[in-house]
């Protein structure tokens, strides 16, 4: 895995209107080791999960979510939100390890 | 008319069979699943309500490591009346918990979509709540062919 993956994102609509309702999908390459799984010498992996979601447009929490390892490796999320104002969508995974990936797309409202 | 067996009806009677039998062999390893209490936790031990949530998984999956789940919940989404959050638990999992959603006005509407690990065939639960502390519950069977915890 690559050192800080790049993820993908994509909103259905780079314009709205306010009120409009856009729908955001986003995944990230992870693992989500579960910390369940032993390797071959009967050791437990350790676990590595993105353990948050967020999603915010200008500043604003539009989006979270906390995330277990019942989630599959490479986590995939479709959600949607309220244009309300042109700003950044800002996207951040945060890891178990306290490292951050983070995506950015804009949004403009008229 | 004779009653008739359609071969949809037939194989998904061999499937559950099937499956009864693997769990039944498989279970004593997921003996210590958390989901009542994280329910009883999310909802403060208020019982809760059927309807309003729709969650949607597949019937059979046949990777438990990647199963596609989403769920909406109808609601205004307005700041008198909104979805606050959704809980989802697996009851057959090592460990109940999948995930938590966190919703506001801002989020224009309450659902949303993701991929998870399912240990075998079991039942997922969706419960949402909202603004006013109401609870409301759907749950979901799905088999598994391929559980998705490794080892």
Not at chain 2, 118 to 130: D, E, F, H, R, S
Request: hydrophobic content about 40%; charged content about 25%.
């Amino acid at each position: 895995m690559a050192p800080t993956p790049r993820p993908r994102i994509r909103l259905d609509k780079k314009e709205a209107k306010t009120g409009e309702i856009v729908e955001v999908k986003a995944l990230v390459a992870h693992i989500m080791e579960s910390g369940q799984r032993k390797d071959k010498d009967g050791k437990v992996i350790p676990r590595k999960i993105i353990n948050r979601f967020t999603c915010e447009v200008n500043d604003k929490l539009v989006f979270a979510v906390d995330l277990e390892p019942a989630i599959s490796a490479n986590p995939y999320l479709q959600f949607k939100f309220r244009a309300s104002e042109s700003g950044p969508v800002v996207l951040t995974w945060h890891d178990d390890d306290g490292s951050k990936i983070v995506g950015e797309e804009k949004i403009s409202v008229s | 008319m004779t009653v008739t067996v359609s071969r949809r009806d037939a194989l998904v009677l061999g499937g559950v069979a099937a499956v009864a039998f693997a769990i039944g062999s498989a279970s004593p390893a997921f003996a210590k699943n958390d989901s009542a209490e994280l329910i009883k936790a999310f909802t403060g031990g208020k019982e809760p309500a059927t309807g309003k949530i729709t969650l949607d998984l597949p019937e059979i999956a046949e990777n438990g490591n990647t199963v596609p789940l989403a769920f909406s919940v109808d609601s205004p989404m307005t700041e008198a009346d909104h979805v606050t959050d959704v809980l989802i638990v697996a009851e057959g999992n090592p460990r109940g918990g999948v995930a938590t959603f966190h919703f506001s006005p801002a989020s224009g509407v309450a659902e949303a979509s993701t991929r998870i690990r399912l240990a075998g065939t079991q039942n997922v639960i969706a419960i949402a709540k909202t603004n006013d502390g109401a609870v409301f519950m759907d749950t979901k069977q799905v088999k598994v062919t391929i559980g998705g915890c490794g080892g």
